[in-house]
């Protein structure tokens, strides 16, 4: 088949989206196929119609990119494509939109609220910002979070009053940004494949590394290996992680990131990725080769799914 290999992304997320896309593209060749790599850019229509393509892998990242946008050109254009459909990748794409659906589907998530840049520029809003803070049943430390980036990008930790600058920091990437609880625990994330028979999680995964501000920067040097929690705790992720696909409505595949609250061992969803990383070791393929799935057969599925 014909594959339109689409990267590109924000500024912050173009060389991930990149370096994926490199692999995937390497394993579809070696599944017979003629893959045309296509930078996403304002040429991406002409692009698209230009290279013909049976199908479209979609492996953007970021807002304008993954957040439902290409897909909605992709719809327009009648071309099939991976992963999940325009609405829902707008929904997974944006964390405040994902909070309230967790909320309402009674799935476990820091507390938050959301900080609109024009509360940002009143007179008393540090004031204003730390009584919504004690309002919500937040305790210092909290997070602030760009709810359209991924990775650890557009991330400040508020630990106390005299940090309430860094509520800036995330306001360079949207006009409304995510205040959540910071939750000390352990990293775990679940993986989800569609087969056949319907949507499976891999095996549980805990991510390792070195903690800066109290957490694993998903942009930096990080290591992960097989959970070793109790086979309740390890069900327990997974049922959530499916919960969170459907509430969603995700497609095709996602991950589903959590952490383990240390002392309670109170598991809190983070977030849904509908695009995860699929650069060879990285966490998704490394939790379907604990499922027995070798890394061109994750590829494969995950390309065939986009005719379903």
């Not at 099939?80 to 944006?94: E, F, H, V």
Request: with cysteine; proline share 4%.
């Amino acid at each position: 088949m014909k594959v339109a290999m689409i990267h590109g992304g924000t500024s912050t997320e173009q060389a991930v989206s990149t370096l994926n896309a490199t692999h995937i593209s390497q394993a579809l060749t070696a599944l017979g196929h003629q893959v045309n790599s296509i930078f996403y850019d304002k040429e991406i229509v002409s692009k698209i119609n230009e290279a013909k393509p049976d199908v479209a892998f979609v492996c953007v990242q970021g807002k304008y990119h993954g957040d439902g946008t290409l897909q909605a050109i992709l719809d327009l254009l009648e071309i099939p494509y991976t992963g999940s459909r325009t609405k829902a990748a707008a929904i997974i794409n944006d964390k405040i939109v994902c909070k309230k659906l967790f909320r309402e589907a009674s799935i476990p998530t820091p507390k938050s609220f959301y900080w609109k840049v024009s509360d940002a520029k009143k007179e008393n809003a540090p004031a204003e910002f730390f009584n919504k803070v004690e309002k919500c049943g937040i305790k210092l430390p909290c997070i602030v979070k760009a709810p359209g980036q991924g990775g650890s990008f557009g991330l400040a930790v508020v630990e106390s009053e005299a940090d309430y600058k860094k509520v800036s920091i995330p306001f360079a990437y949207d006009d409304v940004v995510l205040v959540e609880q910071f939750v000390f625990g352990r990293f775990f994330t679940v993986g989800i494949l569609e087969q056949d028979t319907g949507p499976v999680t891999f095996p549980v995964i805990e991510g390792i590394g070195d903690k800066k501000d109290g957490f694993i920067s998903m942009n930096s040097e990080y290591s992960y290996k097989e959970a070793d929690l109790t086979a309740m705790q390890l069900q327990n992720l997974q049922d959530i992680a499916m919960q969170v696909f459907e509430t969603c409505e995700a497609r095709g595949y996602a991950r589903v990131d959590f952490i383990v609250e240390d002392g309670t061992d109170l598991p809190y969803v983070l977030e849904i990725n509908a695009v995860p990383g699929l650069k060879k070791g990285s966490l998704f393929p490394m939790a379907a080769k604990l499922a027995g799935i070798e890394y061109h057969a994750v590829v494969d599925r995950i390309l065939m799914d986009a005719f379903r």
